[in-house]
């Protein structure tokens, strides 16, 4: 309330209150406050929602401004090195989505860059038609409910911690299950997880 104190405050709020027509007691500063609060909070919350689309325009038009390679700093330049004849080539969609790899890259550790490469290699090692369906399955995945998503990465992690020749005995005895077997052996894990879930 200190502000309210000050000469030049109390003569705007009363030169104000005289233009509105507000007589008498009307035109005190706490009077006035009052009468010009539902303007005050009908001013602040238009001038949020305009701030709030700014930030949202501003992402978009961010997002769909074409990256240049010159906008690279040098290390993910260094990254992305392979594709510095081609990049005025590409779509823009897909120099933000190596921008965003590279990004990532350079964020790892070293020993998540080895294993980066490593799985790298495994994948250059697939046949073509085998890489062709995992990219369909992923595309699936990402379909998926974030819940059955969940679901999926908890069997992973499941898998993942098994011995090496045990995850290798049921990937073979996966390989020779008919697909009604696969089927059913599906729909039973499903069911057993949604029951740990109610359960937690």
Same mark, same amino acid.
């Given at each position: 309330m200190a502000c309210w104190k000050t000469r030049r405050n109390r003569n705007f709020l009363m030169s104000w209150s005289?233009?509105?027509?507000?007589?008498?007691?009307?035109?005190?500063?706490?009077r006035a406050m009052r009468i010009m609060a539902p303007s005050l909070r009908r001013a602040a919350r238009s001038l949020a929602v305009w701030?709030?689309?700014?930030?949202?325009?501003?992402?978009?038009?961010n997002a769909d401004a074409p990256?240049?390679? %010159?906008?690279?700093?040098?290390?993910?330049?260094?990254?992305?090195?392979h594709h510095a004849a081609d990049w005025d080539s590409l779509p823009n969609q897909k120099r933000h989505k190596l921008h965003r790899s590279a990004q990532r890259w350079l964020a790892m550790s070293p020993e998540q860059k080895r294993n980066a490469r490593q799985r790298f290699k495994r994948w250059l090692a697939l046949?073509?038609?085998?890489? #062709?369906?995992?990219?369909?399955?992923?595309?699936?995945?990402?379909?998926? %409910?974030?819940?059955?998503?969940?679901?999926l990465r908890d069997i992973y992690a499941q898998f993942k911690d098994l011995p090496a020749a045990q995850r290798q005995s049921l990937r073979e005895r996966w390989r020779q299950?008919?697909?009604?077997? #696969? #089927?059913?052996?599906?729909?039973?894990?499903?069911?057993q997880h949604r029951q740990q879930a109610d359960q937690q």
């Open positions: 005289s233009t509105t027509g507000c007589p008498g007691k009307a035109s005190t500063p706490r701030l709030l689309a700014t930030v949202c325009l501003s992402a978009s038009a990256l240049e390679w %010159q906008q690279l700093n040098r290390a993910e330049q260094r990254v992305l090195q046949p073509v038609d085998q890489r #062709r369906h995992i990219r369909q399955r992923y595309q699936q995945f990402k379909q998926l %409910q974030p819940d059955e998503q969940q679901r299950l008919t697909p009604e077997q #696969r #089927r059913k052996i599906k729909q039973r894990v499903r069911r």
